[in-house]
């Protein structure tokens, strides 16, 4: 399926909203008009059906929470932050390493329209500082006393601590004071859900219930993914924010998340997991439970990755992840557009267009064998043409990192004009399959005809 307008359309049917949208698509926003909630989709409706399913284990702590649990603690912890005054569009910094109290605090800051703030462990005390009152928190998320007291040191904002502890209130002190539960408020599909602090330093934004959807219908496509499936995750290398956002987008699809670490083939036998997310430097040890899995989703740059093993059981596939080139918010170039900039968005017609930056399409083409990208944008139809060096299969093509709502199409050949340019008209008539195509000034008639048999699967 491509995923166009069309495409999007089927996936977020998929979903609970509070308010239909209006349009697929209308400038820069996404579901235009609608409104439902992160935890919502996520938890709160699979209750009927799954709410003493597994949703999550970690193998490190050995802690394991139902549907039911992750419900029950991070509704109370959203009742108790919002009668401590923790407001719509405010940010709760999840830091460190993350146990699954940063799962419940996304959670828990989604539910009532806070902004939940993934920041891995700076290498210095000064930094962490400057971060927290750059993004103006009103909460941190810790998940050890250790954690605590650095942020303490730095910060007079309030901490969150996972286990047990004098440093600050806990998880478990919350879930006991709390004066009872909260339902999760309407939030506008387009409104900024999370800011991921990148290698480079800076937060990148990206909408809450946009980037569910998007997180989600790409890793249920790449592992073939039907409700209750159990998928064992392991991303040592690529800390707290891919492992939480692909905990989350797993949870909305109604998976049964493992983390593990490098005991592969006990956790596979263990869990009877059925698939695995790994990251590149984990690739070759995950080939251990190869026998027992049907796919194994290596999320990563193939640049880093060893050659993927031939034997064994399971499918081995590769993305990359959306978390560093789609999704952005619109007019601010992704990055983070400051405290209380955000809380009203999609509330008023979008008032530009606005292409992608020029650094999403410079990042598609460091992906190996990706030689030249044309995108292309009309009232109908955003399409990124990718001239590929090998023809790459159907589940690598829409893992390209692409932004949210650009369909990839990937060619060997260009249409070109004399004039060494590509022939965009061409291209343009072919995607809406135009019975009568001008080849004056193509300086390569011979490569249409071929065009017209690879884009009549698509």
């Not at 590149?280 to 990755?305: E, K």
């Not at 064998?369 to 990718?386: C, Q, S």
């Not at 692409?402 to 060494?420: M, R």
């Amino acid at each position: 399926m491509a995923w166009n307008e069309k495409g999007w359309q089927s996936a977020a049917e998929g979903y609970a909203w509070m308010v239909p949208w209006r349009y697929v698509r209308d400038g820069d926003g996404w579901f235009v008009g609608g409104y439902s909630n992160v935890a919502w989709n996520a938890v709160d409706r699979h209750l009927e059906c799954m709410a003493d399913h597994t949703a999550v284990s970690d193998r490190a702590s050995g802690q394991r929470f139902t549907y039911r649990d992750l419900y029950w603690k991070s509704a109370r912890l959203a009742r108790w932050w919002r009668d401590h005054g923790l407001a719509v569009g405010e940010r709760v910094v999840i830091y460190g390493a993350g146990g699954l109290t940063a799962l419940v605090a996304w959670l828990a800051a989604a539910r009532i329209g806070a902004v939940a703030v993934l920041m891995p462990s700076t290498p210095s005390s000064g930094l962490l500082s400057q971060r927290l009152n750059e993004c103006e928190a009103s909460w941190v998320v810790v998940e050890s006393r250790e954690e605590a007291l650095a942020v303490g040191r730095q910060t007079s904002v309030p901490v969150l601590v996972g286990g047990q502890d004098p440093v600050g209130p806990s998880l478990a002190d919350v879930e006991e004071r709390a004066a009872g539960l909260i339902d999760p408020v309407p939030v506008e599909a387009n409104a900024l859900g999370v800011l991921v602090y990148g290698d480079d330093g800076r937060p990148y934004a990206y909408a809450g219930l946009g980037g569910l959807i998007s997180w989600a219908e790409s890793l249920a496509l790449n592992l073939d993914l039907a409700g209750g499936d159990r998928i064992g995750v392991w991303l040592s290398h690529q800390g707290l924010s891919h492992r939480l956002i692909v905990t989350l987008a797993l949870l909305a699809k109604g998976a049964q998340v493992v983390w593990m670490g490098e005991d592969v083939q006990l956790a596979v036998r263990e869990h009877g997991l059925q698939k695995l997310v790994v990251s590149p430097c984990d690739a070759r040890r995950a080939a251990a439970g190869a026998d027992r899995l049907d796919v194994i989703l290596v999320l990563g740059h193939s640049r880093i990755t060893p050659a993927l093993p031939s034997d064994g059981r399971a499918r081995w596939r590769q993305a990359i992840p959306h978390i560093s080139a789609g999704l952005f918010l619109p007019r601010e170039g992704g990055m983070d557009p400051g405290p209380g900039q955000d809380r009203t968005r999609g509330s008023r017609p979008p008032e530009t267009t606005g292409t992608p930056p020029e650094s999403v399409w410079d990042q598609l083409l460091q992906v190996p064998d990706v030689e030249e990208v044309y995108p292309m944008e009309d009232a109908d139809t955003r399409i990124v043409w990718v001239r590929s060096g090998h023809p790459l299969p159907e589940p690598d093509e829409r893992a390209l990192p692409v932004p949210f709502g650009w369909t990839p199409v990937v060619l060997d050949a260009f249409p070109e004009t004399i004039e060494g340019r590509v022939a965009g008209q061409v291209l343009a008539s072919l995607w809406k399959h135009d019975s009568r195509i001008s080849l004056d000034g193509v300086a390569n008639p011979a490569v249409v005809e071929q065009l017209v048999r690879t884009l009549g699967s698509h």
